[in-house]
Structure formats: C-alpha cells, structure tokens
C-alpha cells in the first residue's frame, strides 16, 4: 500500500516521528525488557513528551487534537519494532481513556483525561473476571449504593497497566437482577506500583486519591507482551462517589462493548505491525543469509512465502484502515473492527510462523527478534475478544434482522 496516495501530511509526519523513536530507542531495548519483563517506564515517559498516549484527544483535553488514523499509524508502526510499547499506547487510549472522553461528565472529562493523554498518569479498563471472559456479562464484581456512596467489592483478572496504572474505569454489578443493564461502571484511582521506575518521573500522581481496598494482585508471567504490565484488580470494600460513576447506571455493560468495538481496531493494526515488522526481519535475512551458494531469497520456495506474507498484510491494511476510517467519520464500524481485528490477529500468527522458519535454527533464537514476534502475535488472538468471539460478532451482525 502506498502510504502517501491515502495519508495526509499530518498521517506521514506522524508515522515518520513513531518511526524514528521505535527506531532509535525501543529496537535496542526490546529483547532486554521482554527477557526482564519489567514495564519500560522511560520510554513511556518519552512516548507521553511525544503526545503519543493522547494522540485521538483535543487539545483542549490535554491530547494531541489528532485524528483516529493518526493513532493507529502510531501502534501500527511501533508494533513493527515492539508489541509491548504498542499496546501500552493502544491499552492507555482505547480502554483507559475513551471511556471516560466519550461517556464521562465534563468534570470527569476535566479531571482525569489531561493526566492521561499527556501520560503523567497510566490507565487500564477493567472488565474481565474468572467468571466473565468471553461472557463479558459474567461480572461477578458488586458495586452496593448505600448514603449516596457505592461498595465495590469483587477482581478483575488480565488487567494492561494494572501495577504501574492509577486511573482504571471498571465495570461492577449494580443491580443484579436487570442482567447486562445491571452493569455499571465506575472511574476508580489507586497507588502505583513504580518499582523499576528508573529516573522516570511519570505515575505518581498528588492529585488523585489512592482509593482505600483498591490495589493491583499477582502479576503474570506471560507468553508475549512482556514487558507491558498485566495484573489482577482487587476491590475490597472500596467507597467510591457516586460522582466516580461513568454514565448512566446500568449503562456499564453497553459502553464497554463500544469501547471494545473501536479496541477491536487498535489489535487490528497492532497485530499488522507485528506481521510487517516479521516481514521485515525475513527480507532482510533472507537476502544475506547463504545457502547452495546464494542467498536463500534467490529459492522460489522463499520468495513464495514472502509474497504470501506480503499479500495477506496488504489485504490487512486495508481491513483496518477502513474500519478505522467508518470509526473516524462516525459510521457504524462493530463488523467492519471485528473483521479487520480477526483477520489480522490471525495473519499476524501465520506470519511471524513463516518468519521463524525463513529463519530456520536462528529464528528459534533469541538472537533475532521473530520469535519474539510470534509470542507477541498470539495474545491478539485472544486479547479485546477472542477468534471465535469475533465470529461470534460477525455473524450476529450478518444475521440481524434475518433470524428475528
Ligand atoms: N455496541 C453497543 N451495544 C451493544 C454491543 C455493542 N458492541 N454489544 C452488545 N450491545 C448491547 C445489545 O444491543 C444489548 O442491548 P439491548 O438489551 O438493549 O438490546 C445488550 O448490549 C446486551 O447484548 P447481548 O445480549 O448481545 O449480550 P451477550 O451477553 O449475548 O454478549 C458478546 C455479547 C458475546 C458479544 C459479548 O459478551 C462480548 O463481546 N464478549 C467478549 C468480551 C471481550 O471482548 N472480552 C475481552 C476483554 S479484554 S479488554
């Protein structure tokens, strides 16, 4: 795809920018943070100075006044060097922060999203439980009013930033008989965990009150994304105004799966990132490395799965940018994210596999990054709604209106 037919100036000014900080500072740290898995607070203080943890929010808002294709250039293309500081940009802006820019009160608006979107403050989304994964409807987490105040009580499992986060919008039952319109939602803030923080200076927020029985659990010791922070949420008699409600009671459960909608899009385009910087890894390769006395590019069977690659990444971008294009001019895009989330979380997977192999023995190394790659690629097919919640999705979309 030829970037420059489809993007404005703005669009190239802003992948050039990802593109040489991805470059410059995340290449050479990448595989020391994933081996660690510690959270890479310097760079996410230098992606915050960068506007890059508000980019889609207005100016006014404390955000960069960008457009939605700017901010999935910008996880595209830091995707194409390292999934873990993609999705800290993905996880902040979608899940941590939309919520409270699309259904908070202009208080709540004012109050807590400059801290986000200029990054002096992390942020995480709250929804899935042991009892609610794929039925997000599951929430086992309550949410009692009493004196005009509410008692969270319950978890929050797989949590992105949940240690090194302090504003998190979660979902709790609030009436446990209405079902999915039981479910409310709620702006809660906690302490950091800012062990490994180096002479970062983000994540310690004075303004906001630690929430007394609200802290991160056990941290996990995951596949991929490692060096991005993925904990439990515990809630144990937490008091919370009710001015901390986002939205409407009972709204809780609808805004999430909106939010989730236009997450979809980001792990679309993270997930192409990933693949193209696969591809990338593997014409480099294969162009140098020698074998039968040339270099393994010359063999057709090569060539043949870098077109494949190739051809499946095109068709990718082209599923993810369109959604994102109905998403920006505010057309429905539920079916057109879930497409685009399924297809490329899933070419992402066959592609960092046909990258390892190119590689041969290297490739199962540490020595290059495409192992890294594939364990980065798996979790897209999980994460913000499996594989087969994405059918799921699709077909309800393709069904409506016909089975009723
Ligand atoms: N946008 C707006 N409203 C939506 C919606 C969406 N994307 N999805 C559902 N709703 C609404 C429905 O219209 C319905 O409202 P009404 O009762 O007024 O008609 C209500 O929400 C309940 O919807 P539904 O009956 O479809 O809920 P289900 O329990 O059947 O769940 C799925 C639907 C499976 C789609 C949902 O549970 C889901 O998306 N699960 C995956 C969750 C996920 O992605 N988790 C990963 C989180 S990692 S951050």
């Known amino acids: 795809m030829d970037d420059s037919l489809y993007f404005s100036e703005q669009h190239i000014a802003v992948r050039d920018m990802v593109r040489e900080f991805a470059r410059d500072e995340v290449a050479p740290v990448a595989a020391r ?50 999934a873990s500081h993609g999705i800290t940009i993905s996880a902040h802006t979608t899940l941590g922060t939309s919520p409270i820019v699309n259904f908070g009160t202009r208080e709540q608006k004012e109050r807590f999203v400059p801290l986000l979107a200029s990054g002096r403050v992390l942020g995480g989304f709250g929804l899935t439980e042991p009892s609610a994964g794929s039925d997000a409807a599951g929430t086992k987490t309550t949410a009692v009013k009493k004196d005009g105040r509410y008692l969270i009580n319950g978890s929050k499992i797989f949590i992105t930033h949940a240690g090194v986060g302090e504003i998190f919008v979660i979902t709790a039952v609030t009436d446990p008989k209405a079902g999915t319109k039981g479910i409310s939602s709620f702006i809660m803030t906690k302490e950091a965990d800012l062990s490994h923080r180096g002479t970062a200076t983000i994540g310690d927020e004075p303004s906001l009150p630690r929430m007394a029985g609200f802290r991160a659990g056990k941290k996990e010791d995951k596949l991929g994304w490692r060096a991005s922070d993925t904990r439990e949420l515990i809630f144990e008699d937490v008091e919370v105004a009710e001015e901390n409600r986002l939205g409407g009671e009972g709204m809780g459960f609808i805004n999430f799966m909106q939010t989730l909608d236009a997450g979809r899009i980001g ?13 990338e890894q593997s014409l480099r390769y294969a162009s140098e490395r020698k074998q039968f006395g040339r270099p393994i590019a010359q063999f057709q069977g090569i060539q043949f799965q870098l077109s494949d690659m190739a051809t499946e990444i095109e068709a990718g971008k082209h599923l993810m940018f369109h959604a994102a294009w109905l998403a920006q001019n505010k057309r429905p895009f539920g079916k057109e994210a879930a497409i685009a989330k399924l297809f490329c979380s899933e070419l992402a997977m066959r592609t960092t596999i046909k990258a390892i192999q190119i590689h041969g023995g290297y490739g199962y190394t540490k020595d290059y990054p495409v192992e890294r790659m594939m364990r980065d690629a798996k979790i897209c097919e999980i994460g913000e709604g499996t594989s087969e919640i994405q059918r799921v999705v699709i077909a309800r979309h393709l069904l409506r209106g016909l089975l009723d």
């Open 33 to 82: 943070f994933d081996a660690s898995q510690e959270f890479p607070w310097e760079n996410i203080q230098k992606m915050g100075e960068l506007g890059l943890l508000g980019i889609p929010w207005s100016e006014e808002l404390g955000g960069a006044g960008l457009d939605l294709l700017s901010y999935m250039i910008a996880i595209h293309e830091m995707a194409k060097v390292d």
């Open 267 to 279: 792990i679309a385009a993270l997930s192409l990132g990933i693949a193209e910087g696969a591809l």
